[in-house]
Protein backbone atom coordinates (compact mmCIF):
# COMPACT_ATOMS: atom_id res chain seq x y z
CA UNK A 1 0.00 0.00 0.00
CA UNK A 2 1.36 3.09 -0.99
CA UNK A 3 1.56 5.81 1.95
CA UNK A 4 1.27 9.45 1.64
CA UNK A 5 2.77 11.58 3.79
CA UNK A 6 1.29 15.61 4.05
CA UNK A 7 3.31 18.35 5.76
CA UNK A 8 2.43 20.61 7.57
CA UNK A 9 -0.34 19.41 9.85
CA UNK A 10 -1.54 22.66 10.19
CA UNK A 11 -0.72 26.02 7.86
CA UNK A 12 -1.34 29.23 10.35
CA UNK A 13 -1.71 31.78 7.67
CA UNK A 14 -3.61 35.39 6.76
CA UNK A 15 -5.77 35.96 3.54
CA UNK A 16 -3.64 37.77 0.71
CA UNK A 17 -0.79 35.01 2.17
CA UNK A 18 1.18 32.25 0.10
CA UNK A 19 0.34 28.48 1.74
CA UNK A 20 2.78 25.90 0.26
CA UNK A 21 1.61 22.13 1.11
CA UNK A 22 3.24 18.76 0.68
CA UNK A 23 2.45 15.49 -0.19
CA UNK A 24 5.16 12.49 0.32
CA UNK A 25 4.27 9.17 -1.19
CA UNK A 26 6.59 6.54 0.71
CA UNK A 27 6.79 4.68 -3.82
CA UNK A 28 6.46 6.27 -7.19
CA UNK A 29 2.78 7.56 -8.34
CA UNK A 30 3.94 8.53 -11.69
CA UNK A 31 1.62 11.77 -11.83
CA UNK A 32 -1.36 9.98 -10.74
CA UNK A 33 -2.65 11.91 -7.60
CA UNK A 34 -5.07 14.74 -7.04
CA UNK A 35 -5.40 17.43 -4.60
CA UNK A 36 -9.16 17.70 -2.60
CA UNK A 37 -10.32 20.61 -0.51
CA UNK A 38 -13.19 19.88 2.45
CA UNK A 39 -14.80 22.00 4.38
CA UNK A 40 -16.71 21.31 7.53
CA UNK A 41 -19.80 19.53 6.89
CA UNK A 42 -19.38 19.46 2.94
CA UNK A 43 -17.71 16.36 0.89
CA UNK A 44 -14.37 16.98 -0.52
CA UNK A 45 -13.68 19.10 -3.42
CA UNK A 46 -11.27 18.09 -6.75
CA UNK A 47 -8.68 20.67 -6.88
CA UNK A 48 -5.93 19.67 -8.98
CA UNK A 49 -5.42 15.99 -11.12
CA UNK A 50 -2.97 14.48 -12.64
CA UNK A 51 -0.55 16.28 -10.26
CA UNK A 52 -0.36 19.60 -11.70
CA UNK A 53 -3.93 19.90 -13.87
CA UNK A 54 -6.92 22.21 -12.45
CA UNK A 55 -10.01 21.13 -12.47
CA UNK A 56 -12.83 22.70 -13.53
CA UNK A 57 -14.01 25.96 -12.24
CA UNK A 58 -10.84 25.84 -9.60
CA UNK A 59 -9.51 29.39 -9.83
CA UNK A 60 -5.68 29.73 -10.61
CA UNK A 61 -4.38 30.83 -7.84
CA UNK A 62 -4.18 27.24 -7.10
CA UNK A 63 -1.64 25.27 -8.74
CA UNK A 64 -0.43 21.84 -8.42
CA UNK A 65 3.62 20.49 -9.53
CA UNK A 66 5.18 17.28 -8.93
CA UNK A 67 5.92 13.79 -10.18
CA UNK A 68 7.04 10.54 -8.80
CA UNK A 69 7.04 10.43 -4.73
CA UNK A 70 7.06 14.36 -4.07
CA UNK A 71 3.89 16.64 -5.00
CA UNK A 72 3.41 20.48 -3.52
CA UNK A 73 -0.16 22.42 -4.04
CA UNK A 74 0.03 26.10 -4.09
CA UNK A 75 -2.10 28.80 -3.42
CA UNK A 76 -0.87 31.95 -4.19
CA UNK A 77 -2.96 34.49 -2.44
CA UNK A 78 -5.56 32.78 0.19
CA UNK A 79 -8.68 34.08 -0.03
CA UNK A 80 -10.98 33.68 2.84
CA UNK A 81 -13.17 30.60 1.25
CA UNK A 82 -9.76 28.92 1.32
CA UNK A 83 -9.24 28.06 4.73
CA UNK A 84 -10.27 24.19 4.82
CA UNK A 85 -8.53 21.19 4.96
CA UNK A 86 -7.08 19.81 1.99
CA UNK A 87 -6.16 16.09 1.17
CA UNK A 88 -3.81 14.31 -1.46
CA UNK A 89 -4.80 10.91 -2.82
CA UNK A 90 -3.27 8.66 -5.41
CA UNK A 91 -5.22 7.19 -8.22
CA UNK A 92 -2.36 4.79 -9.84
CA UNK A 93 -2.35 1.91 -8.05
CA UNK A 94 -4.55 -0.61 -5.68
CA UNK A 95 -5.58 0.87 -3.25
CA UNK A 96 -6.23 4.23 -3.47
CA UNK A 97 -4.77 6.24 -0.71
CA UNK A 98 -5.16 9.99 0.70
CA UNK A 99 -3.06 11.69 2.89
CA UNK A 100 -3.93 12.55 6.52
CA UNK A 101 -4.26 16.20 5.15
CA UNK A 102 -3.33 19.61 5.91
CA UNK A 103 -5.61 22.03 7.47
CA UNK A 104 -4.96 25.91 6.29
CA UNK A 105 -6.41 28.22 9.28
CA UNK A 106 -6.29 31.92 9.67
CA UNK A 107 -3.69 33.57 11.70
CA UNK B 1 -25.84 19.03 -13.47
CA UNK B 2 -24.19 16.20 -12.44
CA UNK B 3 -25.64 14.67 -9.06
CA UNK B 4 -24.85 11.76 -7.32
CA UNK B 5 -26.87 11.10 -3.90
CA UNK B 6 -25.85 8.76 -1.30
CA UNK B 7 -28.97 7.14 1.02
CA UNK B 8 -29.32 4.48 3.43
CA UNK B 9 -27.40 4.79 6.36
CA UNK B 10 -28.63 4.33 9.78
CA UNK B 11 -28.02 2.70 13.15
CA UNK B 12 -27.17 -1.03 12.91
CA UNK B 13 -25.61 -3.62 15.25
CA UNK B 14 -22.08 -5.20 14.84
CA UNK B 15 -22.38 -8.38 12.72
CA UNK B 16 -25.46 -7.11 10.89
CA UNK B 17 -25.76 -6.34 7.32
CA UNK B 18 -26.65 -2.61 5.92
CA UNK B 19 -27.56 -1.82 1.94
CA UNK B 20 -26.48 2.07 0.55
CA UNK B 21 -27.69 3.30 -2.58
CA UNK B 22 -26.16 5.72 -5.01
CA UNK B 23 -28.46 7.80 -7.34
CA UNK B 24 -27.21 9.78 -10.60
CA UNK B 25 -28.19 12.13 -12.90
CA UNK B 26 -27.42 14.46 -15.46
CA UNK B 27 -24.87 11.76 -16.94
CA UNK B 28 -24.77 8.55 -18.41
CA UNK B 29 -24.50 6.08 -15.77
CA UNK B 30 -23.16 3.47 -17.87
CA UNK B 31 -20.21 4.70 -19.23
CA UNK B 32 -18.86 5.53 -15.65
CA UNK B 33 -17.08 3.54 -12.95
CA UNK B 34 -18.75 4.12 -9.14
CA UNK B 35 -16.55 4.03 -6.32
CA UNK B 36 -17.52 4.26 -2.48
CA UNK B 37 -15.31 5.87 0.12
CA UNK B 38 -15.64 6.49 3.84
CA UNK B 39 -14.63 9.27 6.47
CA UNK B 40 -13.98 9.01 10.18
CA UNK B 41 -12.16 11.00 12.49
CA UNK B 42 -10.13 7.81 13.16
CA UNK B 43 -8.76 7.23 9.96
CA UNK B 44 -9.53 9.94 7.85
CA UNK B 45 -11.00 9.43 4.24
CA UNK B 46 -10.60 5.95 3.06
CA UNK B 47 -11.68 4.29 -0.18
CA UNK B 48 -13.71 1.34 -0.10
CA UNK B 49 -14.14 -0.06 -3.87
CA UNK B 50 -15.06 0.78 -7.32
CA UNK B 51 -16.80 -1.09 -9.88
CA UNK B 52 -15.98 -0.08 -13.32
CA UNK B 53 -18.70 0.16 -16.53
CA UNK B 54 -20.11 -2.88 -17.70
CA UNK B 55 -18.11 -2.00 -21.32
CA UNK B 56 -14.93 -2.20 -18.81
CA UNK B 57 -15.93 -5.92 -17.95
CA UNK B 58 -17.69 -4.72 -14.96
CA UNK B 59 -14.52 -4.91 -12.82
CA UNK B 60 -14.31 -4.70 -8.95
CA UNK B 61 -11.76 -3.85 -6.58
CA UNK B 62 -11.98 -3.68 -2.62
CA UNK B 63 -10.02 -2.41 0.30
CA UNK B 64 -8.52 -4.98 1.94
CA UNK B 65 -10.50 -3.87 5.33
CA UNK B 66 -13.66 -5.05 3.90
CA UNK B 67 -13.81 -7.23 0.80
CA UNK B 68 -15.66 -10.50 1.77
CA UNK B 69 -17.83 -8.24 3.44
CA UNK B 70 -18.45 -5.51 1.27
CA UNK B 71 -20.06 -5.65 -2.83
CA UNK B 72 -20.53 -2.76 -4.95
CA UNK B 73 -23.34 -3.67 -7.25
CA UNK B 74 -24.99 -1.88 -9.91
CA UNK B 75 -28.23 -1.28 -11.88
CA UNK B 76 -27.41 0.41 -14.86
CA UNK B 77 -31.34 0.45 -16.28
CA UNK B 78 -31.89 2.55 -13.04
CA UNK B 79 -28.53 4.97 -12.47
CA UNK B 80 -28.61 3.30 -9.32
CA UNK B 81 -25.49 1.47 -7.74
CA UNK B 82 -25.62 -0.03 -4.27
CA UNK B 83 -22.77 -0.63 -1.30
CA UNK B 84 -24.02 -3.93 0.46
CA UNK B 85 -22.40 -3.97 3.84
CA UNK B 86 -22.33 -7.71 5.73
CA UNK B 87 -20.70 -9.05 8.67
CA UNK B 88 -20.79 -4.63 10.12
CA UNK B 89 -17.66 -4.01 12.86
CA UNK B 90 -18.15 -1.00 14.86
CA UNK B 91 -14.74 0.28 13.06
CA UNK B 92 -16.99 0.82 10.04
CA UNK B 93 -18.86 3.73 11.71
CA UNK B 94 -18.09 6.75 9.43
CA UNK B 95 -19.60 8.80 6.44
CA UNK B 96 -20.54 6.44 3.40
CA UNK B 97 -19.71 8.68 0.21
CA UNK B 98 -20.57 6.99 -3.42
CA UNK B 99 -18.75 8.92 -6.39
CA UNK B 100 -18.49 8.63 -9.86
CA UNK B 101 -15.30 7.52 -11.67
CA UNK B 102 -12.33 5.27 -10.34
CA UNK B 103 -9.24 7.15 -10.81
CA UNK B 104 -9.75 11.29 -11.52
CA UNK B 105 -12.79 12.04 -8.69
CA UNK B 106 -14.97 15.42 -9.69
CA UNK B 107 -18.18 14.21 -8.37
CA UNK B 108 -19.50 12.79 -4.69
CA UNK B 109 -22.32 12.41 -3.08
CA UNK B 110 -23.24 14.39 0.04
CA UNK B 111 -22.53 11.66 2.38
CA UNK B 112 -24.64 8.77 4.09
CA UNK B 113 -24.12 8.28 7.68
CA UNK B 114 -23.59 4.38 9.56
CA UNK B 115 -23.19 3.91 13.00
CA UNK B 116 -22.61 0.18 13.93
CA UNK B 117 -23.11 0.02 17.62
CA UNK B 118 -24.93 -1.98 20.37
Known amino acids: EIVLTQSPGTLSLSPGERATLSCRAS??????LTWYQQKPGQAPRLLIY???TRATGIPDRFSGSGSGTDFTLAISRLEPEDFAVYYCQQYGTSPRTFGQGTKVEMK | EVQVLDSGGGLVEPGRSLRLSCRAS????????VSWFRQSPEKGLEWLGFMTSKASGGTTEYAASVKGRFTILRDDSKSIAHLQMGSLKTEDTGLYYC?????????WGQGTLVTVSS
Open chain 2, 99 to 107: TRGHTVIAY
Open chain 1, 27 to 32: QSVSSS
Open chain 1, 50 to 52: GAS
Open chain 2, 26 to 33: GFTFDDYA
